[in-house]
Structures are given as C-alpha cells and as structure tokens.
Antibody, heavy 129, light 106 residues
Framework: QLQLQESGPGLVKSSETLSLTCTVS??????????WGWIRQSPGKGLEWIGT???????YYKPSLNGRVTISVDTSQNLFSLRVTSVTAADTAVYYC?????????????????????WGRGTLVTVSP | EIALTQSPATLSLSPGERATLSCRAS??????LAWYQQKPGQAPRLLIF???NRATGIPARFSGSGSGTDFTLSITSLEPEDFALYYC????????FGPGTKVEIK
C-alpha cells in the first residue's frame, strides 16, 4: 500500500527558505511509470501545483514560481524534497506531496498526467514576519 | 494560466438526490479535466480523470462529462459520505484547480 508522508518545520521566517521532505513507502520513486510532486493549499489561493518530476530527470515547475522552487530526489532513501526560497506570507499553506501517472500524450510517451491518485496527509507551513 | 470557475459555490441537497456540479475553463482544455473530493482535514481524493474516467475504487454513482471549456460532475444518488467539497482541475496546460463547490446537507 503506497504511502506518502510530508515532514519539515511548521514555521518559517519571512525571506528564509522553506524545506520539506516527502518519504514514500510501499512504492519506488524510481518507477518510470509515475511522476511525483508538490501541491499546496491556502485559503487565499486555493489548491496550487508547485512542481513535479519523474525519476528519469524530467522536472517541471509552476512558471510563476520558477527560480524560487527546487525539487530534489534521494533514491537511496526513497524520498524527495521541496525547497522554496525567499518565502513570504503568501507561501503559508498546507503542503501536500503527491503521485500521478505518466501517460502517453502526443509524441511524449511519458508525459505528466497531473491526475493525482495518491496524496500525503499534508503539513501546514506558516511563514512568520 | 487557465482559470477554472465552478458553480454553484454551494449545493444544498438531501441524501438520495442527484447532484450536478459545473466547471468552466477560460480556454479549451480538451478532455483533460479531473474532479476531486475533499473532506475537512483530509487531502483531496481523485474521483474522475480525463473528463469521464473513474479513478480506482470510485463508485459508479459518480460520473463526469463535457469537453473543451464546459464540464459536469454528476452524483446520481447522494450518500451521506458524499457531502464534501468538490474541485475540478484541468491538466491540459500547467494544471490549475477551480475554487470548489460545497455539497451540503439540506
């Protein structure tokens, strides 16, 4: 049974870096059939995709966040991480890690579907002044 | 970025009634539209992907339809556990979510 578990500080100071880890059990992040990623949810912005990757090395970030966001992978521990730099109050949210299938679309036989079939339970991160 | 609007914002119904939820995109997303259900304190759960495909384990009372910019999620006969928030998400371009429809007990 696949499980995803987020972990990391619940409080980050404004202008500093938010760092979260998603530990995966019951499945391998090295699978070529899936993408893994991060989604956040806040009262102001609702649900928002942050970024996603496949083990082969393909990574996509939300265009408006590009430059502040990095997703990294540790296959030896079967986990992946999120870093968001220069945080502001607008980055306060519940952060979810997620899995979604790779699908065939056009000429890309391993495109991200973005239809999330497994979610972590979420972790609240608050940015303080 | 493609914007999604959902209507109504709140749907008040009784168990056993049919629910019809709408989602409209600011530009065509083809058939790349998903629906999620979320209950308080929980992560969303995938119900429907690619407009009309039920996710694993989703009961047949949930169905999706539409194409282009207009989509519908139907729940044929509401069960007590179906009262929740429902979000649509387009996965044609960079994915975006709608603001949600709350299905509440009348």
């Amino acid at each position: 049974q696949l499980q995803l578990q987020e972990s990391g500080p619940g409080l980050v100071k404004s202008s500093e870096t938010l760092s979260l880890t998603c530990t995966v059990s019951g499945g391998s992040i090295s699978s070529d059939s899936y993408y893994w990623g991060w989604i956040r949810q806040s009262p102001g912005k609702g649900l928002e995709w942050i970024g996603t990757f496949r083990f082969s090395g393909t990574t996509y970030y939300k265009p408006s966040l590009n430059g502040r966001v990095t997703i990294s992978v540790d296959t030896s521990q079967n986990l992946f991480s999120l870093r968001v730099t220069s945080v502001t109050a607008a980055d306060t949210a519940v952060y979810y890690c997620a899995r979604h299938p790779a699908v065939a679309r056009g000429t890309n036989y391993r495109a991200p579907s973005f239809a999330v079939d497994h979610w972590g339970r979420g972790t609240l991160v608050t940015v303080s002044p | 970025e493609i914007a999604l609007t959902q209507s109504p914002a709140t749907l008040s119904l009784s168990p056993g009634e049919r629910a019809t939820l709408s989602c409209r995109a600011s530009q065509s997303v083809g058939s790349y539209l998903a629906w999620y259900q979320q209950k308080p304190g929980q992560a969303p759960r995938l119900l429907i992907f690619d407009t009309s495909n039920r996710a694993t384990g989703i009961p047949a009372r949930f169905s999706g339809s539409g194409s282009g910019t207009d989509f519908t999620l139907s729940i044929t006969s509401l069960e007590p556990e179906d009262f929740a928030l429902y979000y649509c998400q387009q996965h044609s371009h960079w994915p975006t979510f709608g603001p949600g429809t709350k299905v509440e007990i009348k």
